[in-house]
């Protein structure tokens, strides 16, 4: 992305509506696994650190990030030492064998998402488990995902693809920011037939605290629908996978535990 976007990401990400919400949903999601107190945990992309303190909650946090003014934002933010790195060739080599990966709107951002996904599969221990996040339908594409730099926005069924095709198996992939997303639609079809220009960062600057209190409240609630069920639609995706166990000759899978929501 470019600086003056990550700037303003980093300004507004930890009150604006969209990634507080996002957040709670993220964090009941990880709630949901099976994670050891000294899980190892790696954020692949971290961005500007908007997600570190709530995943240094979950167990041993890592993170890398390949730009570098995002970098030094998120290292401003003092909860971890954030690594230089990047997907699919630039994972640093100490990150291995671990617990969880955590890739919160990155394979969009890159042009081969099957190697990356296969390159956050290789850094997992048997049974160790993902979470992604990922924009959906392209068909919603506006200028927004121009100013972020999105390569794509996914549909379910090529998000599982993706993944399964790395060798993940699924736990689940639901569409989520659903109950908002009749007015994103709309909105987004407006601009563009009736051509309306911008330069795509609208979508992150801060509403009013009366309607960014009810966007977050709206968004917020789903928390509550992914605890019960898949939603079918939405204006994102949310996948938990796991690598499978190494089947061992004579034995049978490895029954040691893994993570599955």
Known sequence: MQPETYRLMAEVEEVHWWFRARRDILAATLEKLRL?????????????????AMLDHFGKLHAFEPDPEARTVAQSKHVITIEAGGLPDGVP??????????????????????????ALFERLRDGGGLVVTVPAFAWL???????????????????VTVLQNAGFEIARCSYFNTLLFPLVAVIRLGRRLLRIEGDG?????????????????LFGFERQLLARFDLPFGV???????????RQSGHGPDQSSDLRS
């Open 36 to 52: 050891g107190q000294n899980a190892k945990i790696l954020e692949a992309g971290c961005g500007t650190g908007g997600n570190l």
């Open 93 to 118: 080599e100490n990150f291995k064998d671990l617990d969880l990966i955590c890739a919160f709107d990155v394979l969009e951002h890159i042009d081969d998402d099957h190697a990356a996904a296969t």
């Open 141 to 159: 594409w506006s200028r927004h995902d121009d100013a972020v730099q999105h390569k794509r926005r996914y549909t379910r069924k090529r998000l």
């Open 201 to 217: 960062t609208q979508e992150m600057a801060l509403p009013g605290r009366l309607v960014n209190r009810l966007l977050y409240d």
């Open 236 to 246: 994102s995706l949310l996948a938990v996978a796991h690598r499978p166990h190494a």
